[in-house]
C-alpha cells in the first residue's frame, strides 16, 4: 500500500472519512443513553424523586465508563497486534449488540429487577466497545494524516464524537415533535438505539472497505521479518512495551484529566443541569443542547489547523488558563439565568475553551508513542482518566445538588483543570519531528 503521507488531499480525506463514519455511530449509541435518560429513568427505576431516578441512570453511565479501560486494553492490544482495521471492526459490532439490547429490554414492571441488570449488562458492552474505539480511531486518523496537517485531520475524531452526540440531539428533538411526553417516556425512548443499531450495521459494512494505515502495515512487515518462528507477540508482552514509555503514559493521564471533566461537564451534564438547575423544560434544553454542540464542531477543524501553525501545546495552554479561570463564574451565571440565548452563549464560549483540549487530543496522545504500541498507549491511559474523571463527572455533580452544595462541582472541575495546566505547562511540544509520529 502506497504511502498515505504521498496520498492527494482527496485520498486522504476518503480514508479520514471511512475511520471516522464508525465513530460518528458509536458515539451517537454511547450518548444516546444520557440523552434519553430524562425518558427512561423511570422505566427502569420507578422509585425515588426525579434526581435520585437521574443519579441510578447516571451511575449505570458511570459503570459502562468503568468498562471503557478493559475495551482499551484488550481492542488497543488487538489493533497493535491484527491493525486499526480489524479492532476498528470488532469495536462497531460489539456497539450494535449493545444498543439492540437496551432497545429491546422490558422495564421494571414488566421483568423487576432484571430490567436494570440487563440495562447494565448492554452498558458494560458499549463500555468495551468505546473504550477500544477511541485509542483505535485516534491512531488511525493520526496515521492517515500527512505531518503538516495532521492537527487539522486528527481534529475529525472529535468531530465525530461530537457529530454523534449532535445526531442523538436531534433524534430527540425530531421524536419531541412527532411524540408526545408520554409516548416519549412510555417506548419513543426506544427508537434511537433502534437507530443506533441499524446505523453500526451500516458503519460495519463502510469499515470492511477500510485501507489499514502504512505505518501499521511498515511495522507489521519489520516485525514479520524480525520475528521468532512460531512466537507471536502477547497482551502482556505489549504492556511490559507499554511500562517502558512511562512519561508518556502519564502525559496522557494528566493532559486528560482536566479535559475529559470539562468536556462531560458542558455536553452530557449540561443537558441536565439546565433542567435541574437552571429549570429549563426538557425541550429547551435539548434544543439549546443541539444548538451548542452544532457550533461546537465547527471548533474542532478551526483549533486543529491552528496546532498545526502555533503547535500542540499553545492550544493545550488556551484550554488550561481558560478552565481554571472561568468555570466557577460560567456555571454560577448558567445556573441563575433563565434566558435561552444566554445559557446557549454561555455553553459555546465553554466549548471553544474545551476545544483546545478536544481538537487536538487525538494526535498529541498518538504523537506520544511508536507504532507498536500506540493503539495501547493512547487507549488504555486515556481510558482509566475518563472512567475515574469524565465517566463520574454527572453522578458527582447530581450527588453534590442532592446534597445541597452544588458549587462543590464547580471548584471541583476547576482543580482538575489546574492540574492539566500543569502538566501542559511542563510538557514538551509533540508536533512534527519532535514527536514520535512522523512521516
Not at 488556551?318 to 478552565?323: N, S
Request: net charge positive; proline share 4%; charged share 10%.
Amino acid at each position: 500500500m502506497a504511502d498515505i503521507s504521498t496520498a492527494s488531499p482527496a485520498s486522504r480525506f476518503r480514508s479520514i472519512i471511512s475511520g471516522s463514519i464508525g465513530n460518528l455511530v458509536e458515539w451517537y449509541d454511547w450518548y444516546a443513553y444520557s440523552a434519553f435518560a430524562l425518558y427512561f429513568a423511570p422505566i427502569f427505576f420507578p422509585n425515588g424523586d426525579a434526581t435520585a431516578k437521574l443519579l441510578n441512570t447516571a451511575a449505570i453511565f458511570a459503570v459502562g465508563f468503568l468498562m471503557r479501560p478493559i475495551g482499551a486494553w484488550l481492542l488497543g492490544a488487538y489493533a497493535d497486534r491484527h491493525g486499526r482495521r480489524a479492532a476498528l471492526l470488532l469495536s462497531v459490532r460489539l456497539m450494535a449488540g449493545g444498543s439492540l439490547l437496551i432497545a429491546a429490554t422490558p422495564g421494571h414492571a414488566r421483568i423487576g429487577v432484571a430490567a436494570p441488570a440487563l440495562l447494565l449488562l448492554a452498558r458494560l458492552v458499549q463500555g468495551i466497545s468505546v473504550g477500544g474505539e477511541y485509542g483505535t480511531s485516534a491512531t488511525y486518523l493520526s496515521e492517515m494524516a500527512g505531518v503538516r496537517h495532521r492537527g487539522f485531520w486528527s481534529s475529525f475524531q472529535y468531530l465525530t464524537l461530537m457529530g454523534g452526540q449532535l445526531l442523538a440531539l436531534l433524534v430527540q428533538l425530531g421524536l419531541q415533535q412527532v411524540l408526545s411526553p408520554a409516548q416519549m417516556s412510555e417506548w419513543g425512548w426506544r427508537v434511537p438505539f433502534v437507530i443506533g443499531a441499524l446505523a453500526a450495521l451500516g458503519a460495519l459494512y463502510l469499515r470492511t472497505h477500510m485501507s489499514e494505515t502504512a505505518a501499521f502495515e511498515q511495522h507489521r512487515q519489520a516485525a514479520d521479518a524480525s520475528a521468532v518462528p512460531g512466537v507471536r507477540a502477547s497482551v502482556p508482552s505489549q504492556l511490559r512495551v507499554l511500562a517502558q514509555h512511562p512519561k508518556a503514559v502519564l502525559t496522557v493521564v494528566g493532559l486528560t484529566l482536566g479535559g475529559t471533566l470539562a468536556f462531560y461537564t458542558y455536553t452530557t451534564y449540561a443537558q441536565k443541569f439546565l433542567v435541574n438547575t437552571s429549570g429549563f423544560s426538557k425541550e429547551a434544553a435539548t434544543l439549546i443542547s443541539f444548538g451548542v454542540m452544532a457550533v461546537a464542531l465547527l471548533f474542532q477543524p478551526l483549533l486543529g489547523a491552528i496546532s498545526d501553525k502555533v503547535g500542540r501545546r499553545p492550544v493545550l495552554l488556551m484550554f488550561g488558563v481558560g478552565a481554571t479561570l472561568g468555570t466557577v463564574p460560567l456555571l454560577r451565571l448558567l445556573a441563575s439565568t433563565h434566558d435561552a440565548w444566554v445559557a446557549a452563549g454561555l455553553l459555546i464560549a465553554a466549548l471553544f475553551v474545551v476545544s483546545g483540549y478536544t481538537s487536538i487530543s487525538a494526535v498529541v496522545k498518538a504523537e506520544l508513542f511508536p507504532t507498536e504500541i500506540r493503539a495501547l498507549g493512547v487507549g488504555l491511559p486515556f481510558a482509566l482518566t475518563v472512567a475515574i474523571f469524565g465517566g463520574t463527572a454527572e453522578y458527582v455533580a447530581l450527588f453534590a445538588k442532592q446534597r445541597g452544595v452544588e458549587e462543590w462541582f464547580y471548584w471541583y472541575v476547576t482543580a482538575c483543570a489546574l492540574l492539566s495546566l500543569v502538566v501542559y505547562w511542563r510538557m514538551s511540544e509533540t508536533q512534527a519531528e519532535k514527536g514520535h509520529l512522523v512521516d
